[in-house]
């Protein structure tokens, strides 16, 4: 458990009334009290935790002996500082019951908790976060969405608010075939499963096809979920790294060499660069998967936000073995509440996932099934990705132009066609996780690109900007903030940089 990362990021209140060292008491405090720092764990010793919150020695040692007169730590001489067993108050009960002893190993990787990190972030104290890859709440259809509830002469039927297949309810299942079948896929009812989420759909088929020691070949860097769900399935991850043209003759001494069962990439507006892959590289990947027998999970949720010219057909749509998993989500087009996504895949594929699914919650939301099939039959989505389309694009122009204008010396970037990032490349010998430590001061948030990899210090000086969340004014003091931050870390730039597998930076905050 890395304690420092888990406690870096949150900075004490330098207007608040009550004392430093008591609001990093109550920080650490509170982590212990909710067991997120069970007993016996180490804590940072004083110097660190003095660095994580920009404090002196004297009050990280204050905070330390606030806490263990509350009986919360205690110090051993020569060792450090460690948790205390706490006295839950109910003697007469007997002790309590041991939680974390209880709990099944969690897999322990970098950054393993990114995500939910940037789920958890709080805007209200004027923050802005450019962390999250998440439309804007102000574009959501729920205009739309009133009026097709308001409008339709079917109503619900009855049937449609019991148990349904697990695999999905069966109109939304042939909306989204013709929905595929518009953008060449060929499939039908029987090849769709709706999933709680792209996120659920990796899960299943992650479930469905790897066991522990299997290899999974990913790009380097990639989306962060695919490491998570990878890692926690056991498998052993192969990075083909991103940057010049795709890198076949290392793909293809892979599949020679470890005979992986599984290659995930996201071919149309990467996450987290924004890339592309030409046709022509993927029609090579193709003839190269097909030889080799090889599953290739083609992850596409942003293919529907282009904002120039249009790419490729899909690798799924180019499929002619019938190896390509096509998984994508309605999230990043309507509302990430929605929790709605689709997997398009061989049946015998799907049956197995249909398997793992019902362990989990026998089938997808009724509801939300049902609302996206009346959308759909609307015809309103096409009108939607318009507009949302054309806004993101000025979105995404104008903070490209003001990091250029404000930032343009310490950072680079190309601009993508869709999407809803900016991949920028720091251009001065500072991590990324370094800068954050300093943006965070100046209330901004993104992520830095060690999440993006899988095997860090790899990306420590790249870093991501969502430029999809937020409006042009806002995106413009985003870049301020940044500036700000810059120059901070130049201001600061005769210290000696700590080395980035050292940083005590918490990812998103």
Sequence with gaps: MDISK??????????????????????????????VFPTGTKLPPERELAALFGVSRTTAINAYRHLEQQGMVVTRVGSGTYV????DGREDEGPAVPWVQLMTPFPQMPLSTVLREILNISVSDGSISLAAGMPDPALYPADILHQIVARSDKGINPADLGHIATEGYGPLRRLVAEMLADRGISTGTDKVMITAGSQQGLYLISKALL?????????????????????????RILSLPLGGPFPFALLEDYLVRYRPKLMYLIPTYHN??????????????????????????????????????????SLKAMDTYGGVVYLSTFSKILFPGLRTGYVAAHPALLNRMAMEK???DLHTNNLAQWLLCRL???????????????????????LAKALRRQCGDDLSFETPQGGFYLWCRLNRLVSSSRLL???????????PGEAFYAYPPEGEREIRLCFAT????????ATRRLARALAGVRKAGKEKEVPAANQTVKPII
């Excluded at 759909?376 to 104008?398: I, T």
Aim: proline share 8%; glycine share 6%.
């Design 84 to 87: 205390a067993e706490l006295a």
């Design 470 to 477: 937020h409006t042009e004014d806002q995106l413009q003091e």
């Design 272 to 313: 987290p660069t924004g890339r592309v892959m030409p046709e022509a590289e993927r029609r090579e990947l193709l003839r190269l998967a097909a030889r080799h027998r090889l599953v290739v999970l083609e992850d596409d949720p942003y293919s529907d936000l282009c904002y120039g010219e249009k790419p490729p057909a």
């Design 211 to 235: 066991e522990p020691g299997d290899y999974v070949v990913v790009e380097s860097p990639t989306f962060i979920g695919a490491h998570q769900v990878f890692r926690a399935s056991g498998a």
């Design 358 to 360: 019902q362990f989990i």
């Design 6 to 35: 888990m406690l870096s990021g949150i900075q004490p209140d330098p207007l608040s009334r009550q004392p430093i060292y008591l609001q990093i008491a109550g920080i650490i405090g509170d982590k212990i009290i909710n067991l």
């Design 437 to 447: 430590h300093e943006a965070t001061r100046e209330g901004l948030s993104f992520v």
């Design 376 to 398: 759909l039959e609307s015809g309103a989505l096409p009108v939607h990705l318009e507009l949302v389309s054309r806004e993101y694009k000025k979105r995404r122009d104008a």
